[in-house]
Each structure stands twice: as C-alpha cells, then as structure tokens.
C-alpha cells in the first residue's frame, strides 16, 4: 500500500522493524526540506514574513493533531521531543505533585522503560508504590485483571494503548470508564498505536496521552503530549527558559505564558512539527481504517506463514496489533537478525526497551517483527523463505 511514497524503498530492503521507527513518505520529506531551504526562521520570535509562516505552520500541526487525535481543543496539545519526553513531563509536571506517599500506580510488566523508569523515580522521590497489572496467560491486560488490581489506593493507570513487545491492544475504553468509577486517572502510551489505528482520546477517554512523531511515519526529535485541558492547565513545567513565559525581572519576578506555550521553553523542533503536520495530512488522506485493516491482513498472513516452521517460536500469537515477538529454536535472537540481515530483511532483536517483560514471557531477549501498511505479503513471503533455511553457525540459547 503506498509504497511508492517511500524513497526508502527503491532500494533493496524489507524493513521489518517499524516498532522501532517507521520509513518517511517523500510528502514529509519535502515539508521538512522547504522549511530548511524556503523559511527556515524561527517560530514565535519574528515579525517578518517567513517568521510568521513559520508561526502559521507550527500553529497548523497543533491543530491537525487536534483533529488527528479527536481532542476538544487545540490548548490541550503541547510538543514535545517524543513519548518519553511527554511521558516525564506528565509524570514529574503533574503527577509529582498530584500524588502523595502511599499512592499506588498501576503499570504491567510488559511496558516500554519509558512508562516504567520515571515512575521508579517518582517512587524514590515521594514514597509512591508502584504495583502491576498481572498479565493473562497469552500475556495481554484483561478488565479481569486490572479489577483484580485495582486497590482503595490506586490513584493512577498508566499502560502502553499496543505495547511494543506483547504487540497486545489493550481495552483502554473501558478501563477508563473503569478507572473514573473509582476515581483513578488514565495515561495511555500511544507510541505503538498512533500510526496503525483511529486513536479517539474522548472516545477512550483517557486524562493524558503521548506519542512519537517517528513511529508514524513522521520525523524524529517530536512527539505530542495530550491532557485533558484542566488536567495541562495544574501541569507544571519541567524545563524553563525562553518562549514559555511572558515576563520576568532581577527580583526574581515572573509571569508564565499560559498551556500549551508553558511546556514547550526554547527553541522547539520547528522542522519537525512542520513535518508531523505533513504526516498527519498523509495519513488522513490514506485513512486509518484503511490502514488498520491492511495491517491485520498482513499480521494474519504472517502468523499462517510463519506456524508453517517448526523451528519458529512465537510468544504472542493471539496479539491483535503487527506486532510479532518470536525466536527461532537453537539461535539466538541477534544472531537470527544478523542472518536475516544477508539477505536485506530489517527486524529488532533483544529485549526491546522492556526488560522486565522476561519474567513474564521467561526469556530476556526476542527477534521482533513489526509491520507497517507498506509493507507486503511478497515481502513476508521472503522472511519465511529465509528462515525455512537458515545456514548458519550459531550460538545455543
């Protein structure tokens, strides 16, 4: 699908890793480019005529995302540099000063060291406890068990929408509606499902929400934090200086600019919120149903495929999302990756940003296959080729 929008692909390459980070369109490619070579200014500093196209295509992205993402209101969008960004942000902008010791937050085994780290920190810092959600025998979070979580002191839930690994899409509707019975608030990591399905923050009605502009086909070094308007309005800024306030003198005085322009001090990213915008338009043309279904086609295919070889290990094989974790029985996982890489097939190999999954799948280190909507049954047609044959000398797990 498309494939002929991606320069990448005029060479000889199968990428398979696009959970790590998806290929770029040329519509994106050239956004960013114009922006370098026609109006390469910076934003909200000028009163020139290309400061203030800069101003107007930056002010743009934030109202596609806006729509892109179903929120209420452009104020609710700030940029950031990516889902970890985003996610620190929530965690010591907000929540940092929402909990207090004793609090309990509710994360699973199965996240990416994003969603994991900061909480660890915030746990040494003011006495929260971090408890997990306890995942089903295919590995995946069921309203069963998140009921079965949930205490009288739970006050957060924050858990990956498709989580990187496990690749399992998780019913975040209705652990919200869930959730808001009980008073607990929502943070839903969207790095995994952004760029393969419609994602509707007031459907699911999660309070917070962050994602990455790469694994959406979009340009590295920017991402978007979402919060509900009054839940961004009480979030406090972690890093201070220029464009995010409006007055300050040698007393110490100051005055702050107001949401979303807090959170976003010093120069931003400005070609890469050019370039979201231009991602956000080419996905929206394409239509994320669209895209959706396409992939589920491919991830069908792929699991027929790949049951037809024994060697093959899968261990999430009822996961709705693209993305596959397997090895193959007697060759470790990088070595399988080296392999593959003779012959030009792109895939992930290790524990993935999520080293405590091992105690749940029992083995630290996996090869991951992720798929994207330009990417093809040929293509997995090769994959399986090459790993009914792999001549090489390996290393016993």
Same mark, same amino acid.
């Given at each position: ?17 696009? =959970? &790590?980070?998806?290929?770029? #369109? ?6 960013? *480019? ?25 002010? $743009?992205?934030?109202? $596609? ?12 969008? &700030? ?7 985003? $996610? ?13 010791? !004793? ?22 810092? +003011? ?7 306890? $995942? ?19 006050? *957060? ?21 869930? &959730?808001?019975?009980?008073? +607990? ?6 790095? @995994?499902?952004? !760029? ?26 920017? =991402? ?35 949401? #979303? ?6 120069? #931003?990213?400005?070609?890469? *919120? ?5 991602? /956000? ?30 060697? *093959? ?8 999302? !693209? ?30 940003? &999520? ?6 799948? =029992? ?18 047609? @090769? ?8 001549? +090489?000398? /390996?290393?016993?797990?």
């Amino acid at each position: 699908m498309n494939r002929e929008d991606f320069p990448m692909l005029k060479q000889n390459l199968i990428y398979f890793d696009n =959970g &790590a980070t998806s290929l770029k #369109p040329q519509q994106v490619i050239d956004s960013i *480019v114009d922006y370098y070579q026609n109006y390469s200014a910076n934003a909200h500093r000028g009163d020139y005529d290309i400061s203030l196209k800069v101003d107007s295509n930056y002010e $743009l992205t934030r109202i $596609l995302v806006k729509e892109f993402i179903h929120a209420n209101s452009s104020k609710e969008i &700030a940029f950031t540099s990516g889902t970890t960004d985003s $996610l620190n942000k929530i965690i010591f902008g907000y929540f940092r000063y929402y909990l207090k010791a !004793g609090d309990e937050v509710l994360l699973t085994r199965s996240e990416h060291a994003s969603n994991l780290l900061p909480w660890f920190e915030l746990q040494d810092q +003011i006495g929260i406890r971090v408890r997990y959600i306890e $995942l089903d025998q295919s590995h995946r979070v069921t309203m069963e068990k998140v009921k079965e979580a949930i205490t009288p002191k739970t006050k *957060v839930i924050s858990i990956a929408h498709i989580t990187n690994v496990v690749g399992d899409i998780r019913p975040m509707k209705e652990i919200t509606k869930y &959730a808001h019975e009980h008073g +607990i608030l929502v943070v839903a990591d969207a790095a @995994q499902s952004i !760029g393969h399905m419609k994602v509707d923050v007031q459907d699911l009605d999660v309070d917070f929400l962050a994602f990455s502009a790469h694994k959406m086909c979009g340009p590295t070094g920017i =991402g978007v934090l979402y919060a509900k308007e009054n839940l961004l309005t009480d979030t406090k800024p972690i890093i201070f200086g220029g464009g995010m306030n409006a007055s300050f003198d040698t007393d110490g005085t100051r005055i702050y600019s107001e949401i #979303p322009t807090l959170l976003e001090a010093g120069t #931003p990213n400005i070609a890469g *919120v050019i370039g979201l915008g231009a991602t /956000i338009s080419y996905l929206t043309k394409i239509g994320m149903e669209k895209i959706e279904q396409y992939e589920q086609e491919l991830k069908q295919y792929l699991m027929k495929e790949l049951k037809k070889i024994p060697e *093959v290990i899968v261990y999430n094989e009822e996961s709705e999302s !693209g993305i596959v974790a397997m090895n193959y029985n007697g060759i470790f996982s990088q070595d399988l990756a080296i392999y593959l890489n003779k012959y030009h097939i792109c895939v992930r190999s290790g524990s993935h940003c &999520a080293k405590i999954l091992k105690d749940e799948i =029992g083995i630290k280190n996996t090869t991951r296959i992720s798929l994207s909507f330009y990417n093809t049954k040929e293509e997995i047609d @090769q994959l399986v080729m090459a790993l009914k044959n792999p001549n +090489i000398k /390996i290393d016993i797990i």
